[in-house]
């Protein structure tokens, strides 16, 4: 145990030490802020300028049709042709020629925007709802039905869709689809990114040792499965550190970016970084416009990071990235032992790869369906549980399913971290040798 | 005494057996030769004495005992496919090694600067290993090997790679590590660094132990039984003298001086030979061929595989 101590500090603090351990941790940080930060911000920049339309209506029926917006301003222009105006587009200092045809109460294509740049679908939205109002209006006038407007009004429905979870013994949750998948897939993609780098990290490390011949000075002193497991265990720590080090400081950072550009929102940080995984999972809106819908969908986003269980949700992490870990990581390591120098590799590191690269395709699906078959299936198969399994558990998962596929994991880590053992026990001290399948099923089955 | 016994140790590859019933005896405070052409199974008998892989059947006794894997400190190996991490600071790198081999961080440091110094390495303590030549990387290799003050060293082809100077440092280590009290086993192809250094060696050729033991008795009991004579005279008046029990092989004359080889066919003593001669010529010098390990390592070796096959 001493031995492995040792092993592992050695591996945790060279590797802590290097340059590019350093600079991903203070770059990982600054990427996750400004992927929360800069949607929010871009959407709270956009459009402050006023923008003047002008209107030209050959139709004459739509005068004061079209109110001003906060930053929309109309003019209604009797006796100009739409010609004149385009050919003197730049000197008028308009930012969009609005052109109603006649004929546009039966062709909804009648409309057209003119202009030199690119306009916005707020600016769109806007000018068509107040003409579909409109016209919509005139065309009811036509039943001559009195109290209309009352009736409509009476009529009028607005359908707000709470989901609300039910949980074993009649309890309920309020839950929020975005908020869950959001969770869901950054995990997911997370866990991905962790087992894949530091993976190969591993291989890396052993075929270093190997092809600098340190290994047999080592391997004179330690058994060849405690190096094994040393460098595995002090490169999950490795992987820990930063994680660590990537939350507390996204933590800051977004805490600090939110009281320089949104000292009014006072929000928790934590509250800050789900707000924005709400914002991006549905249409944006500025602040100012954040009627009844958006504050109760806000409200209900609470609710649901309330009731999601970050314990639940940080253990389960834990757990997952350690098991998956140690199953690809022993693999990685077997690898490297196996091969003499890094273009060996590829062969033998694809059909690794596949399960992992199979989980991140599938991953948009499964949070999308998260209670779906594939989703069950993927997420107790080991190989790629970890990932699946974690994109799964802010939508919540039945006890057994999550009992079920840790046992599996664990049951298969330590069925791969002894099968690699013996071919990395073999490899290390290989040289020379074309390696296939063949060769390393005969490693394994050597005695000692 | 013995420090290390080998015995009927059997290693299986899947295509060939690499050690087969090898049964050696490493005496105590010796320097023992492990010998053999390549591909023999020398390092994988080095292997199995430094626990690295294990017999499939066999014993190994330290000291008398059957092994333990403790006695791992009791043992330094410098392999001969040797390395370091390229990356790691010199000093931090030997103290890590040397921990692994059971000092403590503080014991480790205080030793390694002892080396360093007398190595003249200081300088390069906090360097890269990758900015060292070969040279100082075989001696920080050197120095981890023997750090922990093994009583068991273990050296395989020390001297490949090694400049000759840095090979003349290590030979003298070797020696003054023998006058300490340690037994050295190395494995070589340098036959001369064999015949001036080993009291004891083994000879195995495909996983086979073909002789071993004090490397006098094994000079002696190969001689060839050939002398060299050089003498003023008639090559002639020596030939006519040579009876049946003596063959004149070949002969060669500088200036005045002849020397001979004549091989003595039966065991007869070289007074007999000096005896039929000094009546004839007048005799200037008179020695033995003892066979050099070389001409051992050959016959030995060549006469084992014909005795194979």
């Not at chain 1, 087992?195 to 490390?205: E, I, K, P």
Request: contains cysteine; proline residues 4%; neutral net charge.
């Amino acid at each position: 145990m001493k031995k492995i101590a040792l092993i592992l500090s050695r591996e945790y603090i060279t590797r802590v030490r290097k340059r590019s351990f350093i600079i991903m941790s203070i770059l990982g940080p600054i990427l996750f802020a400004s992927l929360m930060i800069i949607p929010i911000w871009v959407t709270q920049m956009e459009d402050t300028d006023i923008k003047r339309i002008a209107i030209i209506d050959s139709s004459h029926i739509f005068r004061n049709v079209i109110q001003d917006g906060e930053y929309l301003k109309f003019d209604y222009l009797e006796n100009t042709s739409l010609t004149d105006l385009k050919d003197n587009f730049s000197q008028t200092g308009y930012y969009g020629i609005l052109y109603i045809s006649h004929i546009v109460s039966y062709d909804p294509n009648s409309v057209i925007l003119y202009s030199d740049k690119q306009p916005n679908l707020g600016t769109k939205l806007h000018i068509s709802r107040a003409l579909e109002n409109y016209i919509k209006d005139q065309k009811l006038q036509t039943y001559e039905i009195d109290d209309l407007d009352a009736i409509l009004r009476a009529v009028e429905t607005n359908i707000n869709i709470r989901t609300i979870k039910l949980s074993e013994g009649g309890g309920e949750k309020e839950s929020n689809t975005g908020i869950a998948m959001a969770l869901g897939y950054i995990s997911g993609f997370l866990m991905y990114m962790f087992l894949l780098f530091l993976g190969t990290q591993v291989m890396r490390g052993v075929l270093e040792e190997k092809t600098n011949r340190i290994v047999e000075i080592i391997i004179s002193s330690v058994k060849p499965f405690q190096l094994m497991l040393g460098k595995i265990v002090g490169i999950a720590l490795v992987g820990l550190t930063q994680l660590l080090i990537w939350s507390i400081s996204t933590v800051i950072l977004v805490m600090i970016a939110q009281a320089i550009f949104f000292p009014e929102l006072g929000l928790t940080p934590t509250e800050q970084v789900v707000t924005q995984d709400v914002m991006s999972a549905n249409p944006v809106q500025t602040p100012a416009e954040s009627s009844s819908p958006e504050m109760e969908e806000l409200r209900m986003a609470f609710a649901t990071l309330g009731n999601i269980n970050f314990a639940v949700m940080i253990g389960s992490f834990l757990f997952y990235f350690l098991g998956g870990f140690f199953l690809y990581a022993s693999l990685f390591a077997a690898v490297g032992a196996a091969v003499d120098n890094d273009t060996d590799t590829q062969q033998f590191i694809f059909p690794i790869l596949i399960p992992l690269i199979l989980s991140i395709i599938i991953l948009f699906s499964i949070i999308n369906t998260p209670g779906s078959p594939i989703a069950f299936w993927f997420s107790i198969i080991p190989f790629t549980s970890p990932i699946i399994m974690m994109a799964r558990i802010p939508f919540g998962v039945p006890m057994e399913q999550v009992i079920l596929s840790m046992v599996l994991l664990v049951a298969f880590f330590i069925g791969t971290v002894w099968l690699a053992g013996k071919i990395y026990r073999t490899g290390i001290l290989m040289y020379g040798k074309k390696v296939n399948y063949k060769e390393l099923w005969k490693w394994i089955r050597y005695k000692t | 005494m013995d420090i290390f016994n080998t015995k009927n140790v059997v290693k299986r590859f899947v295509n060939q057996t690499a050690l087969d019933n090898v049964s050696i005896s490493v005496p105590e405070g010796s320097i023992y030769g492990l010998l053999g052409p390549n591909g023999a199974g020398k390092t994988t008998l080095i292997r199995i004495i430094n626990q690295i892989t294990a017999p499939d059947s066999g014993e190994l006794l330290f000291s008398g005992k059957k092994i333990v894997p403790s006695d791992v400190f009791k043992i330094g190996y410098l392999p001969e496919e040797r390395g370091l991490y390229k990356k790691m600071k010199v000093g931090e790198q030997a103290i890590y090694l040397a921990r692994l081999k059971g000092l403590s961080n503080k014991e480790a440091t205080a030793r390694l600067k002892f080396w360093f110094n007398k190595f003249e390495i200081m300088p390069w303590w906090n360097k890269k290993v990758q900015e060292l030549s070969k040279g100082m990387q075989q001696k920080v290799q050197f120095i981890v090997t023997i750090l922990h003050k093994p009583s068991l060293l273990i050296f395989d082809e020390p001297f490949s790679g090694f400049d000759p100077i840095n090979a003349d440092m290590l030979k003298n280590e070797i020696i003054t590590l023998k006058g300490e009290g340690s037994t050295i086993i190395f494995s070589t192809h340098d036959m001369g660094s064999v015949e001036e250094l080993c009291d004891y060696i083994t000879l195995i050729d495909n996983g086979k132990k073909l002789i071993e033991g004090d490397i006098h008795k094994i000079r002696k009991e190969y001689r060839s039984n050939i002398f060299k004579v050089s003498f003023a005279g008639d090559i002639a008046s020596v030939q006519k003298v040579l009876n049946q029990h003596f063959d004149l092989l070949d002969h060669t004359t500088e200036e005045d001086v002849v020397t001979a080889r004549i091989k003595s066919l039966k065991n007869i003593t070289d007074n007999t030979l000096l005896s039929l001669l000094i009546p004839e010529v007048k005799i200037i010098s008179f020695n033995e061929e003892t066979p050099s390990m070389n001409d051992i390592f050959i016959r030995v070796v060549t006469e084992g595989r014909k005795n194979n096959s």
